[in-house]
């Protein structure tokens, strides 16, 4: 179990600084898409089970999909029509296929090896994980909250139409 953990930890941080070196937004997102998803595989193969499917459910799930209408959201013009276009070659998806593909094999490993009793590990359910998150860390939860709607806030006004906005304050 110790070859998934180093391998989806390598795919966590090789992710992760394309992530961070990236200029396109959509293809950041893909990439973090992907990181997130290695986390979990890392949380699995500790014997953290709910931890890593909360990590899938709550942010390569919910919070991507955030990320994903924010971009949306940003719409820049008919560039990026022809450069999306240009996104669909498949010399453009090796690089995340293959990192992809690593990290299916790693968890294929993994699963193998739970099923045929390599690990031993004891669960951690979901109240004990409530009771700690709304309990004496109830704070960050809130204020990480927060922290995501304030992002949406400032995405929603650096994207929105000004010239509607400033063809309303013409007509009044």
Do not use: C
């Not at 990236?22 to 973090?32: E, I, K, M, R, W």
């Not at 299916?104 to 009771?131: C, F, P, R, T």
């Amino acid at each position: 179990m110790d070859i998934v953990f180093y391998v989806a930890a390598a795919i966590a941080v090789l992710t992760t600084v394309r992530v961070i070196s990236h200029t396109n937004p959509v293809h950041a997102l893909l990439y973090l898409i992907v990181s997130l998803l290695a986390v979990a595989v890392v949380f699995f193969s500790m014997g953290a089970n709910f931890a890593g499917a909360l990590e899938i459910i709550v942010y390569a799930g919910a919070i991507m999909v955030l990320f994903v209408f924010v971009v949306m959201m940003l719409n820049l013009g008919g560039e990026e029509i022809r450069q999306e276009r240009q996104w669909l070659s498949p010399s453009l998806w090796i690089g995340p296929g293959i990192i992809s593909a690593l990290l299916l094999i790693a968890m294929v490993y993994g699963i193998n090896s739970l099923q045929h009793g390599a690990i031993h590990y004891h669960m951690l359910g979901g109240k004990s994980v409530g009771v700690s998150l709304f309990g004496p860390y109830v704070l960050a939860v809130e204020l990480a909250s927060l922290l995501l709607l304030a992002g949406l806030v400032v995405a929603f006004h650096v994207g929105r139409d000004k010239t509607k906005l400033d063809s309303m304050e013409e007509e009044a």
